[in-house]
């Protein structure tokens, strides 16, 4: 649960709520319970006192005798009571009781009243309540005898009360709070559930998921914002199917044009050859013309050819054919064939077997051994390593190197490294299809350049070629 | 020996006769008149029937066959020649689409080329086939030298292959590349090996012709093709005659 989450807020919100309520409710009624009780058992007591002292009156003549003092202390106790008696320096009754008689309460009952407080013996709560004989005179008047008598009682029974109050508050305020707590997640679950969805939908829909939809649920808040969401996502996916549309649209025109394009060429290249023969046998411009059409329908031929594979990758119809291979024998034919193995510096260790796609991985190696050898300067050297799983072909050349701006660019379709060059043979196509080629095998082709000049290009490929 | 290696595998003497199968008018045209001029006597035709149709009239040294054609296609028109017999064929093929040329390959072509060829690879192709079906016993006057290999009897001179003792019938490209791979037995040869030497591809070409091809002499030499004792395969490398 997040500290902050909106979870955590409603479960506080409706927890505190519920503790101030409680404690107001609950804890009111304990307090003015517990006072009742009290107060009822003070007033009992202290009138049992009264009652009983009023039932001692008169008392006889002063000083009292000493059976008076043991006199009324019995007449006070009784099972729940215990009593003593004190006049002066005498005094009657359960001495232990005077351990409970404070200062402040001899001194209230002194001045005449009935006082009483409420003690700690040992652990159990006791009541001292405490009065002060009058006597009757012989002439009709009462005064003050001196006699005190204290009587003290259990408030045990009371206490159990008063404690099973405090209990059944706790217990009303927890469960108070436990049905709080559930309330809150309900609640919280309730908001929750929509935001979550439309946080996982939103997350979807980021991740390209354009089919990503939420419920709508009723017809609050929430509810218009899963259906704005819905809406949006609708009109993304209507988009982005648009643009789709449009560009599968384009390479498949791109495509057929391209097969469109091979019927005529295959005619046009076949007669080349016928017109070859001939073309040295004609005179002046028509023999010029004649070995320029020749040689621009080859061009011609090989940029079809390119565009075709290049449109083969963008509609995924590309396919692996891996077999086990022994990667320096690929290299060193594919240099073979090309007449390139005396132009070209190899460190290539046989023993180096990977499961790839041979023919590709000649593309690779003619295409990056072709652009080497075309625009940068020999010595081109080619080394071949291994770490792990993956292959490293590093082919450098000694030329100038690569401008920072041209860098990011050198896989780009058609990309000219200098515009003001002339086409140097190429289709412009040749290393965007060796890229092609290397992700297809689930590797990279990077290029950069060396630390002593020159461009390098690294191909890096998985020992077991992978279907990108 | 006539009986064993039909007209394709026969020495050819002056002119190759070229039976070009193609729908496009311009091609035929255009690799008439370059084959033509490379001194080929070719005759081009339409549709994959009046092919057939040729076939039986004026029997060629090679078939040159476009894979897409109305009617019969080149697929079809490949199985019935090797049906018949182990005539040639190279196909033409303007999708260089794995499955089509897969699909070749298993009709039984020997090779295949992918449109817009140059007149001259297509007709280095054409010479690299003949050369293999012309292989020249007239050359060899030294008197029949039987090598034994198990079962197998491979008489380099006369170019015949039999198995126990009934002649085995092997069109020009199996019986090339039988004979490369017995030169060196227990040798591995690579793929791109037999491609350069047995198909003189002169570029990086496509293995798939090889193991088609090994698959087509497996079928006729080998007592189970699923296991062959032969022709084995090296993961990794390619062929190897033997060990038996």
């Known amino acids: ?468 | 020996m006539d009986e064993r290696i039909p007209s394709g595998a026969a020495i050819v003497v002056g002119m190759p006769r070229v039976l070009l199968i193609e729908d496009d008018q311009a091609v035929r045209d255009g690799l008439s008149m370059a084959l033509g001029g490379r001194g080929h006597a070719v005759d081009a035709v339409a549709t994959g029937e009046e092919g057939l149709a040729r076939l039986a009239s004026r029997p060629p040294d090679i078939v040159v066959l476009d894979l897409m054609l109305p009617g019969l296609d080149g697929f079809e028109v490949c199985r019935r020649i090797r049906a018949a017999g182990d005539l040639p064929i190279i196909m033409l093929t303007a999708r260089n689409e794995d499955i089509d040329v897969v699909a070749g390959l298993a009709a039984g072509a020997d090779d295949y080329v992918v449109k817009p060829a140059r007149a001259q690879v297509l007709e280095a192709r054409i010479r690299a086939v003949l050369r293999r079906s012309g292989q020249p016993a007239a050359a060899a006057p030294t008197p029949a030298e039987i090598e034994r290999h198990g079962d197998l009897g491979i008489d380099r001179a006369a170019l015949t292959v039999t198995k126990g003792d009934k002649p085995v019938a092997l069109a020009p490209t199996e019986l090339r590349l039988l004979l490369e791979l017995s030169q060196v037995p227990g040798r591995v040869l690579s793929r791109q090996y037999l491609l350069e030497s047995v198909w003189e591809h002169g570029y990086f070409g496509d293995s798939r012709v090889v193991d088609a091809c090994v698959q087509r002499l497996r079928a006729k030499i080998e007592d189970d093709s699923s296991a062959p004792v032969y022709v084995q395969t090296v993961r990794g490398f390619g062929y190897r005659f033997g060990p038996l």
Do not use: C
């Not at chain 1, 005190?148 to 159990?160: H, L, Q, T, W």
């Not at chain 1, 076949?270 to 020749?294: C, F, N, T």
């Not at chain 1, 086990?324 to 290539?348: F, K, M, P, Y």
């Open chain 1, 1 to 468: 649960m997040k500290l902050g989450g909106l979870r955590t807020r409603l479960l506080l919100a409706f927890s505190l709520l519920v503790v101030i309520t409680a404690a107001t409710v609950a804890g009111g009624a304990y307090v003015q319970s517990r006072t009742v009780i009290l107060q009822q058992a003070q007033d009992a007591t202290a009138r049992v006192l009264v009652d009983k002292a009023t039932a001692l009156f008169p008392l006889g003549p002063l000083p009292p005798a000493d059976g008076t003092l043991s006199r009324i202390s019995g007449e006070l106790s009784d099972r729940d009571l215990s009593s003593l008696v004190l006049y002066e320096d005498k005094s009657s009754g359960n001495e232990q009781m005077r351990a409970l008689i404070s200062p402040e309460l001899r001194e209230r009952v002194r001045s005449g009243n009935v006082a009483w407080q409420r003690v700690d013996s040992r652990g159990t709560p006791m009541l001292v309540v405490g009065t002060r004989f009058t006597v009757l005179l012989p002439g009709g008047q009462q005064r003050d005898s001196g006699i005190e008598a204290y009587i003290a009682r259990s408030m045990a029974p009371e206490a159990k009360s008063i404690d099973e109050l405090a209990t059944r508050a706790w217990l009303i305020g927890g469960v108070a709070l436990v049905f709080a707590i559930g309330l809150a997640l309900l609640a919280a679950r309730g908001v929750l559930r929509p935001v979550r969805e439309l946080g996982d939908a939103a997350r979807r829909l980021g991740k390209g998921d354009l089919r990503a939809r939420i419920s709508v649920r009723g017809s609050d808040e929430l509810a218009g914002v899963a259906r704005t969401f819905n809406e949006t996502a609708e009109a993304l996916e209507r988009h982005v199917g648009e643009l789709e549309r449009m560009e599968a649209d384009a390479r498949r025109f791109v495509a057929d044009v391209s097969h469109e394009l091979r019927t005529p060429l295959a005619a046009m290249t076949a007669v080349a050859d016928v017109l070859e023969q001939e073309a040295s046998k004609l005179p002046g411009d028509a023999g010029r013309a004649a070995k320029m059409s020749i040689e621009e329908t080859h061009n011609l031929t090989r940029l079809v050819n390119d565009l075709i594979e290049v449109s083969r990758f963008d509609a995924g119809a590309a396919a692996l054919a891996p077999e086990e291979v022994d990667v320096a024998e690929v290299i060193t034919a594919s240099l073979r064939i090309r007449g390139w193995t005396g132009e070209v510096e190899g460190d290539l260790p046989s023993g180096i077997f990977a499961e790839w796609d041979p023919r590709r991985v000649d593309v690779i190696v003619a295409n990056l051994v072709g652009n080497a050898l075309r625009h940068g300067e020999k010595p081109v050297a080619l080394r071949l390593s291994e770490a792990g799983e993956w292959i490293t072909l590093e082919v450098s050349d000694r030329g100038p190197g690569l401008a920072p701006e041209v860098l990011p660019h050198v896989f780009d379709r058609f990309y000219k490294a200098d515009s003001a060059r002339a086409r140097s043979g190429g289709s412009g196509l040749g290393l965007a299809i060796a890229w092609e080629n290397a992700r297809l095998h689930g590797g990279t082709l990077s290029a950069a350049n060396g630390v002593d000049g020159g461009a390098v290009f690294t191909l890096r490929l998985p020992r077991l070629g992978v279907t990108a």
